[in-house]
């Protein structure tokens, strides 16, 4: 009998995160943000949608469904590995690791402090 195997990778950031950019364009300049909750985690391409970050402006051209045109920013995904996780308690940066509660159940905690991680819903 074969083992299954699980196509798509854990990724340790979810929805509802609060994460600090660490690597690209959106993290060197001074005037923006490099912190914000996760609004989208795009699991085939590994890449998340952070609030405020990438911000890119696109045109819309007016419709009969959309009669209002033009101008309008939206977030551009990041790749999960430019992001790290700030530990719910303390607010810095941590790393992130899975291990059993009380309940028995897997559950995230930071690595820095030790303590679990909420699920955000």
């Keep these: 009998m074969e083992r299954g195997t699980n196509k ?8 509802g995160d609060t994460v600090k950019v660490i ?4 993290r060197s300049t001074p005037d923006k943000i490099n912190s914000g909750k996760v609004l989208e985690v795009i699991l085939e391409k590994s890449r998340v949608i952070v609030e405020g970050i990438n911000m890119v402006t696109k045109h819309q051209k007016p419709s009969a469904g959309k009669p209002e045109g033009g101008i309008k920013k939206t977030e551009a995904s990041i790749h999960i590995s430019n992001v790290v996780l700030l530990d719910p308690a303390t607010g810095k940066p941590t790393k992130v690791g899975r291990k059993l509660n009380e309940k028995g159940k897997l559950q995230r905690f930071a690595r820095k402090t030790g303590k679990f991680i909420e699920i955000v819903k």
């Design 23 to 26: 690597a690209g364009n959106y």
């Design 8 to 15: 798509q990778p854990k990724l340790k950031i979810r929805k």
